[in-house]
């Protein structure tokens, strides 16, 4: 929760004390003991006084997205990943109203970190100013395709395998066969960006879905990476549940027939 704030130094810096009160009662260094004691015992005010802002934030994000998110509950989850898709059709929207060419990857069960590892890495939170300016002609990562993986702009400039197969269309260009390439050897989707027409397209499974509209590009991410995704994870902790439960059922049953079987021996 704190590491990479400024509370993150504080926090050393507390342990630090904590260990130097430590080592000064174990070398018997009675005076720096004391002194560092007396410090120790006003701790939890200091605490209060220099975290202010971090608990204020703690207790305002309690029961909230934000702190569900922490435990990582699936329902938020999915809400983020709808927001992120969300923010991929913005930008592909204003993208292909500029007839700029774009290729994003989005992620789902089959990792493709191979892929990643081409690229140059971004860790950065999805928005569609980011993904419209990285595809900007001319700019150093505008040639190649941008990962989103775990609900994050991965990388960009990856290089991605070309699909060869003989059926598909000659006037595809490289963005076009290389979307349909990733989506041939990963479950991962794919969005195009067409330059010469400005078209959008989406590939998946080796296949390509060309020239989509906003609402239909919305529908195909949304079904096929929220609600797939997620209803499998609920069917498969239902499963689980009732599994659980058969099991639970069955071992009472024979309790309670070993304690008939007791009884009817000491009649």
């Known amino acids: 929760m704190v590491k990479g704030s400024r509370a993150w130094q504080l926090i050393k810096g507390i342990a630090f004390l904590i260990i130097a009160t430590w080592i000064s009662g174990f070398l018997n260094l009675k005076i720096l003991n004391s002194i560092l004691t007396g410090i120790m015992n006003w701790g939890v005010i200091a605490i209060i006084v220099i975290f202010q802002p971090e608990l204020r934030r703690g207790l305002e994000q309690l029961g909230t997205n934000k702190f569900t998110k922490f435990f ?11 927001e992120d898709i969300y923010k991929v059709v913005i930008a592909a929207t204003e993208l292909s109203k500029t007839k700029t060419g774009a290729l994003i990857v989005l992620e789902r069960d089959i ?6 590892a081409t690229g140059v890495p971004m860790n950065s939170e999805v928005s569609p100013q980011l993904l419209v300016n990285i595809f900007v002609p001319k700019t150093p990562l505008h040639d190649g395709a941008v990962v989103i993986s775990n609900n994050k702009i991965a990388a960009a400039a990856c290089v991605l395998p ?8 000659k006037e595809l260009g490289t963005r076009h066969r290389a979307a349909i390439g990733i989506s041939k050897e990963s479950d991962s989707i794919v969005v195009v960006v067409s330059e010469e027409t400005g078209k959008i397209s989406v590939a998946k499974d080796g296949t390509l879905i060309a020239d989509v509209r906003e609402d239909v590009l919305k529908k195909i991410l949304i079904s096929n990476i929220v609600t797939k995704r997620f209803a499998e994870k609920k069917e498969i902790k239902q499963n689980r549940f009732e599994n659980l439960k058969k099991k639970f059922s ?3 049953k024979e309790k309670k027939e070993i304690q008939l079987e007791t009884k009817e021996e000491n009649k």
């Open 162 to 169: 070309l699909a060869d197969d003989a059926d598909i269309a």
């Open 250 to 252: 069955r071992k009472n």
């Open 72 to 82: 990582g509950i699936n329902s938020d989850l999915a809400t983020k990943t709808k």
């Open 111 to 116: 990792n493709i970190q191979d892929i990643i």
